[in-house]
């Protein structure tokens, strides 16, 4: 089977799919950066950077028609919990369209959307509605959920909104896994960096102690991106107040700051999955992504493996692009199992 893969990234669903055998003949990524990031890892799959919105679809995704699958993961900023939500009236929430476009004309067998939770409640479900109104009117049978990465082994609480189309039936969500990994379980075989240690390349020091470690050194034989940010110095003495579990609770007053984000200077709980991972992982200000006991934040790598990355990703660019590499991504090891239903779905057409 092919597949297109849409507002892309680092191509988090690219791999689930992949891994299913699925080959992606083409991708599309606004971010020149991030298109890079992505070419770098999949040199076979071409690559459209270039915004969605100023393509012709019909004379560039001509070639493409013979695609039996459209992936993609419109941006969802319009979406968000945090700051300013405009719902109707932000351009941002409307980007489906385009993704809908391309389903359109492509008319491949199966689709599969992903999202924030909040695309099938905003406006009293008005997006929900207009997109299973897009999708019916095209004759595709569409599912669609709120799936938690947890669920699907990923050390990682992430909730997003999965829609899944297909022209013969309704092809089902995944089911749940019995047994939770943990962020340790991702973790604890990377070098115990302290503020501003590591480097971009470097050789693994620890054994693996985990099978879901072992999975992800499976195919790379160096380590890369895991370098700790170089904290200030009134950065690490707060760092150095909170208990392992704790967070700004645990802080005395004269060290709280006035954010937002819930979890702020949080430490990661080792024994259990972590909260979602965002583009801003690398400080801890902004939720809860300090080490479970050294005075740092996360690394990039640190935070691939809780997104369930192999390690033979590698994200390349400025720190600020990995981490958005990195935490806008789906996840693939849940990408894995939507992708699985589907290529389930397909084989059962042909059974006898």
């Not at 470097?202 to 879901?212: D, R, V």
């Amino acid at each position: 089977m092919k597949a297109i893969d849409l507002f892309s990234g680092i191509g988090g669903l690219s791999t689930g799919f992949r891994k299913n055998g699925i080959d992606i003949i083409v991708a599309n990524e606004i971010d020149k950066d991030i298109a890079n990031s992505y070419i770098k890892n999949n040199p076979q799959t071409n690559m459209i950077n270039e915004d969605i919105t100023k393509l012709d679809i019909n004379s560039v995704f001509e070639k493409y028609k013979d695609a039996d699958i459209v992936l993609g993961g419109p941006p969802c900023q319009g979406f968000s919990q945090k700051g300013k939500r405009l719902s109707l009236k932000d351009p941002r929430n409307y980007l489906f369209r385009y993704f809908a476009d391309v389903v359109n004309y492509v008319r491949p067998k199966y689709f599969v959307m992903e999202n924030v939770p909040n695309l099938l409640t905003t406006s009293n479900g008005f997006f929900k509605k207009e997109i299973i109104d897009i999708f019916s009117r095209m004759n595709y049978f569409v599912n669609l959920s709120v799936l938690n990465a947890s669920d699907y082994g990923v050390p990682q609480n992430r909730r997003r909104a999965i829609i899944i189309g297909s022209l013969e039936k309704k092809v089902s969500m995944p089911k749940k896994v019995t047994t939770k990994v943990t962020t340790w379980d991702a973790i604890s075989d990377l070098a115990f960096l302290n503020s501003g240690e590591g480097s971009f390349e470097q050789n693994y020091k620890l054994a693996p102690k985990s099978s879901y470690e072992k999975e992800r050194r499976i195919k790379s034989l160096e380590l890369y991106n895991h370098q700790a940010t170089k904290h200030s110095d009134s950065a690490i003495e707060r760092m150095k107040l909170i208990p392992e579990n704790g967070d700004k609770k645990d802080l005395p007053k004269k060290y709280l700051t006035k954010s937002i984000y819930s979890g702020t200077w949080g430490r990661i709980i080792k024994n259990s999955q972590s909260v979602t991972i965002t583009t801003r992982f690398d400080t801890p200000s902004s939720g809860r992504f300090v080490h479970p006991f050294l005075n740092r934040a996360i690394t990039v790598r640190e935070a691939a493996r809780i997104q369930s990355f192999d390690d033979n990703v590698i994200f390349w660019g400025p720190k600020s692009s990995q981490m958005k590499q990195v935490g806008n991504a789906v996840p693939p090891k849940m990408a894995y199992k939507i992708a699985k239903e589907i290529v389930k779905n397909e084989e059962e057409k042909y059974e006898i």
